[in-house]
């Protein structure tokens, strides 16, 4: 990675770098834990193309990531303004309703994941979020049925969101042992375990943060990480994570530089 800093940098030097290349920059020295660097990295993107939606988005998420809500939320809301299509309102649109959760605003989140909803009604994320919401505030049969949604709005999903189905199963097993309904619970445990049992250590690592077992699920992250595998950004945008967002060991995990 040193080589591709050290071109950034000389690309920078003679003003020839574009949005494009400043965002890599960003998420590549979030990457290496340089966090300065990525700030800048960011705000360069941003002053190169201020309209660029996605800088905006992602700058958020890098402040989610180091607990300072204050920079994120402000930084999503521009990626909402500056989004020119639904879909991609809708997706920043859910971001922010996530960083509302995690700060147990659970009104706001609930408006945001519905408004998401409302701009792009086959987005599955959205769907799921606001069954997040909806559990934590017990409201567990609205819960489910929003994952029932996202479940049957794509029951085979895509390649590049394998993990989404694993996210649903469980959380539909939570809300139903709530409930009482074990046959039901049984049902989707069995389906997340075949799900586990056909992916690979990423998804093992999901499958333990969802059920609780995080000192599991860190040392498994660790693993990944330390072989290049997976990336925090990855960790930090994955909805299976979540769950852990208060437990001091992953955020450390996400702190770390190595």
């Given at each position: ?5 050290t071109f950034y940098?000389q690309?920078v030097?003679?003003g020839l770098?574009t949005?494009?290349?400043?965002h ?7 990457e290496d834990f ?8 960011y705000e360069?993107a941003?002053?190169s ?26 930084l999503?809301?521009?990626?909402i303004e500056?989004s ?6 809708a997706f920043?649109?859910?971001?922010l ?5 995690d ?9 945001k ?5 409302n701009?792009n009604?086959k987005a ?7 069954g997040h919401?909806?559990?934590l505030?017990g409201?567990l ?5 929003q994952?029932q949604i996202?479940l ?10 394998v993990f989404l189905p694993?996210?649903?199963?469980v ?10 309904n074990?046959?039901?619970?049984n049902?989707h445990?069995?389906k997340a375990?075949a799900?586990?049992?056909s992916?690979d250590?990423y998804?093992s ?12 699920a860190?040392?498994i992250?660790r ?8 990336s925090?950004?990855?960790?930090v945008?994955d909805p299976n994570l979540e769950?852990m967002n208060d ?12």
């Amino acid at each position: 990675m040193g080589n591709a800093f050290t071109f950034y940098q000389q690309v920078v030097s003679r003003g020839l770098a574009t949005s494009a290349l400043h965002h890599v920059a960003a998420e590549a020295y979030y990457e290496d834990f340089e966090l300065d660097k990525s700030i800048q990295a960011y705000e360069y993107a941003i002053a190169s193309k201020p309209n660029w939606h996605a800088a905006y988005n992602d700058f958020g998420l890098l402040y989610r990531s180091m607990g300072e809500y204050d920079k994120a939320i402000p930084l999503i809301e521009l990626a909402i303004e500056k989004s020119e299509y639904n879909v991609f309102k809708a997706f920043c649109t859910n971001n922010l309703g996530v960083l509302y959760r995690d700060l147990a605003q659970y009104e706001d989140a609930e408006q945001k994941a519905l408004e998401a909803i409302n701009l792009n009604p086959k987005a599955l994320l959205p769907h799921i979020s606001l069954g997040h919401t909806w559990a934590l505030t017990g409201r567990l049969s609205e819960a489910i049925q929003q994952y029932q949604i996202a479940l049957n709005e794509n029951p085979n999903f895509l390649a590049d969101i394998v993990f989404l189905p694993l996210t649903i199963h469980v959380s539909l097993d939570a809300c139903y042992k709530k409930n009482n309904n074990f046959s039901a619970c049984n049902e989707h445990m069995k389906k997340a375990q075949a799900l586990l049992n056909s992916k690979d250590d990423y998804s093992s690592a999901s499958f333990y943060s969802v059920q609780g077992e995080f000192d599991i699920a860190i040392d498994i992250l660790r693993d990944l990480l330390d072989k290049k595998i997976i990336s925090r950004k990855q960790m930090v945008n994955d909805p299976n994570l979540e769950f852990m967002n208060d437990f001091p060991p992953f955020l450390q995990l996400l702190q770390s530089n190595t």
